[in-house]
């Protein structure tokens, strides 16, 4: 079956706009995550999704990241107001509940100029 | 609050030879120690895990090995092949206030020479 797809795989913006990424999960996996990994760093965990819970988004960096999951199934990571070092490779995965191994996306790389 | 530490930020090793990949954790957990690789401009795949109830998991040139009393993860690769070269993630698990989750390692670049 089809895997994580995320998109778009590469966003350029400019500083100050806000930008909007967007994951399609495995079918039936309950579980969302997303990851930044900035430049010589390694996974920065930002917020995770599991069923209909609230939502953990103790790795958010700022008020500026938001992220929503409608339905279960699709999540959108927004960045609001963006800078310069928010530019990374922002990666999402998901897993289902009986294993916890986590399936990830390709990643959409991420350029704040 | 756990923690995961890769200490080695890189990795050179020759064609034929054993990689070995170290990874320490802060927090103990009865629960699945993962490792996963990454090649460039991809995610991360899943390569192997091993339950804390064992302290060894073996997958063809890939084994685990798991010391609880010095919360430190190793990753074996032998013999190491040139398409081996990727950045090594380890991650424990994190349970807290609850929620369940993942914490990954920093990374370590692995290079196999040819």
């Known amino acids: 079956g089809a895997g994580v797809s995320q998109s778009p795989s590469n966003k350029v913006t400019e500083k100050g706009k806000d930008v909007e990424l967007r994951c399609d999960p495995i079918?039936?996996?309950?579980?969302l995550y997303w990851y930044r990994q900035s430049l010589g760093q390694g996974l920065e965990f930002l917020i995770y999704?599991?069923?209909?819970?609230?939502?953990?988004k103790s790795g958010l960096p700022s008020d500026r990241f938001s992220a929503e999951r409608t339905g279960g199934s699709v999540s959108t990571l927004t960045i609001q107001r963006t800078q310069q070092e928010d530019s990374a490779v922002y990666l999402c995965?998901?897993?289902?509940?009986?294993?916890?191994?986590?399936?990830f996306g390709p990643g959409t790389r991420l350029t704040v100029l | 609050d756990q923690q995961v530490k890769q200490n080695s930020p890189s990795l050179s090793v020759q064609e034929g030879r054993i990689s070995i990949l170290n990874c320490d954790y802060t927090n103990s957990m009865f629960d699945y120690f993962l490792w996963y690789k990454k090649y460039p401009a991809e995610g991360p795949t899943f390569l192997i895990s091993i339950s804390s109830i064992k302290d060894k998991n073996e997958d063809g040139r890939f084994t685990v090995f798991l010391n609880k009393s010095a919360k430190h993860l190793s990753l074996h690769i032998v013999p190491s092949q040139p398409g081996d070269s990727a950045v090594y993630f380890c991650a424990a698990p994190r349970f807290t206030s609850g929620t369940y989750k993942y914490i990954f390692g920093t990374g370590t670049r692995l290079k196999v020479l040819a």
């Open positions: 999704f599991q069923g209909n819970s609230a939502p953990d």
């Open positions: 079918s039936g996996h309950t579980a």
């Open positions: 995965a998901s897993s289902s509940t009986v294993s916890n191994t986590q399936y």
